[in-house]
């Protein structure tokens, strides 16, 4: 099983086109594969008590998509020089336990030049903390407003390295 997380709360973000297309590579493949948008985490997850037995939605959420995935894809838009802290705070509402020996891609893509690769690195750092086998391979996609037309990768260039992390993800 592999969990893709579309690491944004933004409505109609680039990174949900990104995460449905890694989504679509991986099916094809023959891939069992879940998609978890952090944009449904419910409005009362920004509260002290995520962090209880009594936060049923989150349990819920661990359960659907952490718990039994062994691989994740982690799609993760640049937001001042980094990852999205909405990521790091979901990331740190899960016990280690689910997480610990895992493996991770990482996805970066950003409207600069540098298809995020700083918040790769820092998410590179977390996932290492958490005990998670990081994938070497970790697309960029810069200048992410220029690779998307009506919701779909149109750049072959982006599209090559995505089928290249789809392949490499189900080997690792």
């Not at 962090?51 to 359960?63: E, H, K, R, V």
């Not at 990521?87 to 895992?102: E, M, S, T, V």
């Not at 390295?161 to 080997?171: F, G, R, S, T, V």
Request: hydrophobic share 40%.
């Amino acid at each position: 099983m592999i969990t893709i997380i579309a690491s944004t709360n933004r409505a109609d973000s680039m990174t949900e086109v990104v995460s449905k297309t890694i989504y679509e590579l991986l099916v094809a493949r023959g891939a069992e594969v879940k998609l978890y948008s952090i944009k449904e985490l419910p409005t009362s997850f920004l509260h002290a008590e995520m962090y209880s037995s009594s936060a049923g939605s989150m349990d819920q959420i661990i359960d659907d998509y952490i718990k039994d995935s062994e691989k994740f894809i982690f799609v993760i838009p640049e937001y001042n020089g980094s990852y999205p802290g909405i990521l790091k705070l979901f990331i740190d509402a899960i016990h280690p336990k689910f997480f610990r020996g895992k493996k991770a891609g990482i996805i970066g893509i950003s409207d600069g030049h540098s298809g995020n690769l700083r918040g790769q690195d820092h998410l590179t750092g977390v996932l290492h903390y958490l005990k998670m086998h990081v994938h070497f391979f970790q697309p960029k996609l810069s200048a992410i407003d220029k690779l998307i037309a009506d919701q779909k990768i149109t750049d072959a260039r982006a599209e090559k390295l995505l089928n290249e992390l789809a392949d490499y993800m189900l080997k690792f």
